[in-house]
């Protein structure tokens, strides 16, 4: 199977969208150096309007498309579903942060920007992953919804332990991140609450108007795009704030990029490897490791943006996620189906 099979337009050279993007961007910020005077005088407080309507828009179509109806499936598979949690809010977060410090603990803004994206759980391209790699659609989907709304109760804790009381306790002093706790949760309710809220309603009022058929092959189909639209359109923005400082970064993306790859491999492969040890099956095992090892890139960017600035380099950090994320991701689909063939039974593949 081809893993770029069944992927949409935008998503397939999603990559080089981005890299697009960013040279739109710079060409912007050079083109026209007012624009990001007059891109920071339309905001309230440090937060450019122009910049959160894109940034909430990116994540509505992720809320709207979450199967809600579905978390009491997942309910009954205990044992992977208590697997799945620990994989996706425990082992993937520990090693994101590892993986941070060991590569940039001299660089906290960088370190502090793989660690927004490692505890930001996908809740949107890993149901294309799922699907390429023919795992477990129900099961992933209710693990998902499961996920976006741990999100919402938990994810404004997660980035204050993880960027400022962990790194603090083993004795990180040059991490000086000023944040409080109750700053990451207003920014939370505002980029994933407002989203959340929206999305549930649109799928609960829309599909008992429409009907649910009508909503899965009509409504989505036409949304799904907008979230990959609403990511180019900010990427834009960002990067016209930064003009010539980007130009001097490329090694600062490849510095970025190993990590990151380093993170996807790791956190996949070990998960995989357990799963396949538990007999969980294929179709469990690829939903599992997919979930665990992909990362919401749009709250990533969204938080690193409200709270560190636009002209940030955890900024410039979250935006580097979905560039390296996709490629790697879909090479994960292939070697999943390489697995499958190489060492699950038929009986195995069905579980």
Request: net charge positive.
């Amino acid at each position: 199977m081809n893993g770029k099979a069944g992927l949409s337009f935008l998503d397939r050279f999603l990559t080089l969208w981005i890299f697009l993007a960013m040279a739109v961007g710079i060409g912007f910020g050079y083109l026209f150096p007012n624009l990001s005077g007059w891109l920071s005088s339309i905001s309230i407080g440090t937060t450019s309007i122009p910049i959160a309507v894109g940034l909430i828009i990116m994540m509505y179509p992720p809320f709207a498309k979450v199967n809600y109806k579905g978390l009491g499936k997942v309910l009954k598979h205990k044992k992977a579903l208590t697997f799945s949690l620990i994989s996706s809010w425990f082992f993937g977060p520990i090693v994101m942060f590892l993986l941070s410090i060991l590569f940039f603990r001299n660089e906290p803004h960088y370190m502090v920007g793989l660690i927004i994206i490692g505890i930001s759980t996908c809740v949107a391209m890993v149901l294309i992953w799922n699907q390429l790699a023919d795992g477990d659609n129900d099961f992933a989907a209710a693990l998902v919804a499961i996920n976006a709304l741990f999100q919402v109760l938990f994810y404004s804790i997660y980035v204050y332990l993880f960027i400022k009381v962990f790194p603090n306790m083993m004795g990180l002093k040059g991490i000086n991140v000023h944040v409080s706790i109750g700053q990451v949760a207003g920014t939370v309710a505002i980029y994933l609450g407002i989203p959340f809220i929206t999305g549930f309603l649109t799928k609960l009022l829309l599909e008992k108007k429409k009907g649910v058929e009508w909503y899965q092959k009509v409504f989505v189909p036409k949304i799904s795009p907008v979230a990959l639209i609403a990511l180019l359109y900010t990427i834009i923005l960002m990067f016209s704030f930064k003009g010539k400082y980007i130009v001097a970064l490329p090694l600062d993306t490849i510095k970025i990029a190993i990590p990151l790859v380093l993170y996807f491999l790791i956190v996949f492969f070990v998960l995989f490897f357990i799963c396949y040890k538990f007999g969980f099956g294929y179709k469990k095992a690829v939903s599992i490791s997919m979930i665990a090892s992909s990362n919401n890139f749009e709250l990533a960017i969204a938080v690193a943006v409200a709270v560190f600035g636009i002209n940030s380099k955890e900024a410039f950090t979250a935006v580097i996620g979905p560039l390296i994320e996709v490629p790697v991701m879909l090479g994960l689909v292939n070697v999943a189906l390489f697995f499958r063939k190489k060492y699950f039974s038929k009986n195995e593949v069905s579980k």
